[in-house]
């Protein structure tokens, strides 16, 4: 987090995280969605997303919900408790913040769209092992208890590719799923 928008620090972040997540060795390389800002279009960025062998895709013009991922974000970020609705008061304050979002958001709080584990349980191939577990626990209790299911139990089975706009075909995936080990 930095006082200024810049199209400097948004290449430096590219680097570092695509360094960290060894995306110089992926077979399949990611796509990087963003808005149509100045940051994300600037040269350096754009060298940046070249060098590293990731294509940039962009929102279109004047659609506020483009990135449904993003958009889900945000919402989350501002409901969370302890979101400063007047504002933060410092540049230190907002990376505190900021920086305990991004733990409790990939550590802590369970997706939907992921089954209901933490990004980083499904990061490190966890997903599936847990996912088998729930399934297990309902199937027993459903066995134990048939009367108390109208139906069939929840569906635990894990989602292998998650995508923006799933019907269109050709989509590109943005978290293909690791496989359990």
């Not at 996912?131 to 089975?157: C, K, N, V």
């Amino acid at each position: 987090m930095h006082e200024v928008e810049s199209g400097e620090h948004a290449a430096h972040l590219l680097k570092r995280t695509a360094l960290a997540e060894g995306v110089h060795a992926a077979g399949q390389k990611p796509v990087l969605h963003g808005d149509n800002g100045a940051s994300l279009k600037a040269t350096t960025v754009l060298a940046m997303l070249h060098w590293l062998g990731i294509a940039p895709s962009y929102s279109r013009p004047r659609v506020s919900d483009d990135n449904a991922y993003v958009e889900s974000l945000f919402r989350t970020a501002k409901y969370r408790p302890g979101y400063p609705v007047g504002g933060f008061t410092d540049l230190d304050q907002a990376r505190r913040w900021a920086s305990d979002f991004v733990r409790w958001y990939n550590t802590d709080h369970r997706h939907s769209g992921i089954g209901f584990v933490a990004p980083a349980q499904r990061h490190a191939g966890h997903d599936r092992a847990l996912l088998h577990s729930r399934d297990a626990l309902y199937q027993a209790a459903r066995d134990r208890h048939p009367r108390r299911w109208s139906g069939t139990t929840r569906d635990w089975t894990p989602t292998d590719v998650v995508t923006l706009n799933p019907e269109r075909s050709g989509n590109l995936a943005l978290c293909p799923k690791k496989a359990a080990t």
